[in-house]
């Protein structure tokens, strides 16, 4: 391991401790940095601009043509979306091309089920506004859930003890009602472009310290996380339809993107993965390690998965490390999916509902 892996490690178990136990002192921002980075906040929220009207509203049910397969047809899936506005899928147009529905079909796809997506994430959604998502989500008793979080909690200066506590505390709160959680850990702020040095550097450092911080949480209170991190930065260059309008939040090309990455996770944590590709063990190219040290090296490396060895208590401290190979969602951008309750719009032109530039 790396001496930045490393050093990433010892700050994330650190924060991570702090959120278990009540620790202060491991606020994201150091003071000296307070008057820098607010004067490069400003520049950059005036280079990203604010993007306007509500994400398209996609909650329904997706592969109903699979209703119909079996003697005895099964209720569908019930797949929750938690989080801030990428969650939500601010920066499309048609709800097929926001996360959750392109999630939802291809869980329905490997399923061959229906999945009923229900999507409560909120643009500008920060880990404190996880618990009146819960509220939202656990009447509809999901089979489980994705939270897409951290953004927000970097940008607005949240402590990282608070924020990590606060997602943790959600990820008890799903699996105590019996359901799965996979966490798309906070992305790697120092790829959008918009953002300049040193504003770059430091977003860069504390959105990977916030992602490795997050994986100790989520594994320890059992769920899994994949790493969102750079997935798209290295794309943006050549292929700026990446990104939507404002160059920060994805485009519908950034949010398949992102969906592929996640889905065999999604698929793995209900036993749905195709036996072959799910070994007891593990397999060449995965590594068990200590939870911290698995969640540094995850933030270094977008789309690898951390997931607890064995069940309980202790063995949460060592984590599987999988790197997954991406699948492609059925159809073209999931154009095939069918949304059967509520019909699929195009989305409206309220300018109210993002929280504000720069929030996701």
Not at 76 to 92: E, H, I, K, N, R
Not at 96 to 121: F, H, K, M, Q, Y
Not at 136 to 160: E, Q, Y
Not at 343 to 357: F, I, M, R
Request: aromatic residues 4%; hydrophobic residues 45%; charged residues 20%.
């Amino acid at each position: 391991m790396s001496g930045t892996q490393e050093s990433r490690a010892r700050v994330a178990r650190r924060i991570a401790t702090a959120a278990a136990y009540g620790g202060g002192g491991l606020g994201l921002l150091g003071v000296g940095l307070v008057g820098l980075l607010l004067t490069e906040s400003k520049l950059a929220v005036q280079a990203i601009g604010i993007l306007e009207g509500d994400p398209p509203k996609a909650d329904g049910v997706y592969g109903e043509a699979f209703a119909d397969t079996g003697t005895e047809p099964q209720p569908p899936l019930v797949l929750a979306f938690l989080g801030d506005s990428t969650a939500a899928g601010l920066g499309v147009l048609r709800a097929r091309e926001t996360p959750g529905a392109l999630l939802a079909a291809g869980l329905a796809s490997v399923a061959e089920r229906p999945v009923r997506l229900i999507n409560v994430a909120r643009s500008g959604g920060r880990s404190a506004n996880l618990s009146g998502q819960l509220e939202l989500a656990l009447p509809h008793r999901p089979d489980i859930a994705v939270i897409m979080i951290g953004a927000n909690d970097v940008t607005r200066h949240s402590p990282a003890q608070l924020a990590v506590r606060q997602l943790g505390e959600a990820v008890a709160a799903l699996r105590a009602n019996g359901c799965e959680v996979v966490v798309g850990t906070c992305p790697d702020l120092g790829t959008i472009k918009p953002v300049h040095p040193p504003l770059r550097w430091v977003a860069r450092r504390l959105s990977r310290q916030l992602a490795a911080a997050q994986t100790i949480a989520v594994v320890e209170a059992g769920g899994r996380t994949v790493s969102l991190g750079s997935l798209l930065g290295p794309e943006f260059a050549a292929r700026p339809e990446m990104f939507a309008a404002d160059r920060y939040h994805p485009s519908a090309q950034g949010y398949a993107t992102a969906a592929m990455a996640v889905l065999p996770s999604l698929c793995a944590a209900l036993g749905l993965w195709p036996e072959e590709d799910r070994p007891s063990g593990p397999v060449p190219g995965d590594t068990v390690l200590p939870v911290a040290v698995a969640a540094a090296a995850a933030a270094d490396r977008a789309g690898t998965e951390v997931a607890a060895v064995g069940a309980e208590g202790a063995a949460r401290r060592w984590a599987l490390l999988r790197h997954r190979l991406r699948v492609g969602l059925p159809g073209s951008l999931a154009a095939e999916a069918t949304v059967a309750r509520p019909p699929e719009t195009d989305g409206n032109t309220s300018a109210s509902s993002h929280a504000g530039a720069g929030d996701a």
